[in-house]
C-alpha cells in the first residue's frame, strides 16, 4: 500500500510538471499595457515577462490597494531596455489559482496610474477593470526594496524557461544608481534557481523510478 502511495504521487508530480505552461506577457510592447494584460493560469503554470523600452517591472500587487506590492509580492527589478526586447525575462511560477494583480512600478509618467496593471485569474468581483479604476486615485506606485525577488530572471531563449523549478531558489543581488526608478542597474544571480532543468520533475521522476524498480 505504502509503495502504491509513492508510486501515484511521484505519477501525479510529474503529471503536474508535464502539463505546465508558460505564459508570455509583454511588459510595455504597446505602451504602457502589459500583453495581454489578462490571463488564466494553473498551479506550476510559469508566467514569463518580456520587457520593452524604456524602463519597466513587475511586481504583485494587492487588488486593495491599487499600484502598491502585496505583502511577499515578487519584483522583477527595473529592467532598462533601449530597443527591440530586452535580453532578461522574468519568470514566475503560479502557486495558486486566487486572482493575482501585477503592475508597473515606474513612477515616470505614473505607468500603474495610468492602467499599466494586470491580472491572473480575474473573478466576478475581483476585476482588472475595478483595480485599474481604483488605481486611478494612487498618489504613485511603489516596490520592495530590492529585485529581483519572487521569481527568476534569466536570458531570454533559455531552456530554463520550461522549468517549474521554485523561483525562490535563486539569490540574486541588486544595485540601482541614479533615481530611486533604478534606470541603472547591476544585479548577480546565482543558485539552484539557474539551474536548467527543474528539480521538481527530476526529483519526482528519480522517485517514481526508485520505487517501480523496488
Known amino acids: 500500500m505504502r509503495a ?11 503529471a503536474s510538471h508535464a502539463s505546465a505552461e508558460t505564459i508570455k506577457i509583454d511588459v510595455g510592447a504597446n505602451g504602457l499595457a502589459f500583453t495581454p494584460d489578462s490571463v488564466t493560469a494553473k498551479v506550476n503554470d510559469i508566467l514569463e515577462f518580456h520587457f520593452h523600452p524604456i524602463n519597466h517591472s513587475v511586481v504583485l500587487g494587492d487588488f486593495a490597494n491599487p499600484c502598491q506590492p502585496a505583502k511577499n509580492a515578487f519584483f522583477s527589478g527595473f529592467q532598462p531596455v533601449s530597443s527591440g ?74 531552456s530554463s524557461t520550461t522549468s517549474a523549478a521554485p523561483a525562490a531558489t535563486t539569490s540574486c543581488t541588486v544595485s540601482s544608481k541614479g533615481s530611486g526608478n533604478g534606470y541603472k542597474r547591476s544585479d548577480t544571480c546565482s543558485g539552484a534557481g539557474s539551474v536548467t532543468a527543474s528539480v521538481g ?13 523496488s
Open 85 to 158: 526586447v530586452g535580453n532578461e525575462v522574468f519568470q514566475v511560477t503560479v502557486n495558486s489559482t486566487d486572482p493575482m494583480f501585477f503592475y508597473c512600478s515606474q513612477n515616470v509618467l505614473s505607468h500603474c496610474i495610468s492602467g499599466m496593471s494586470g491580472v491572473v485569474n480575474p473573478n466576478s468581483t475581483q476585476t482588472l477593470d475595478a483595480y485599474q479604476k481604483a488605481a486611478k486615485n494612487a498618489k504613485d506606485a511603489s516596490n520592495p526594496s530590492s529585485g529581483p525577488v519572487g521569481g527568476r530572471l534569466i536570458t531570454s531563449g533559455s
Open 4 to 14: 502504491t502511495t509513492f508510486t501515484t504521487a511521484a505519477v501525479l508530480a510529474l
Open 201 to 213: 520533475i527530476v526529483g519526482a521522476f528519480t522517485l517514481g523510478m526508485a520505487i517501480l524498480l
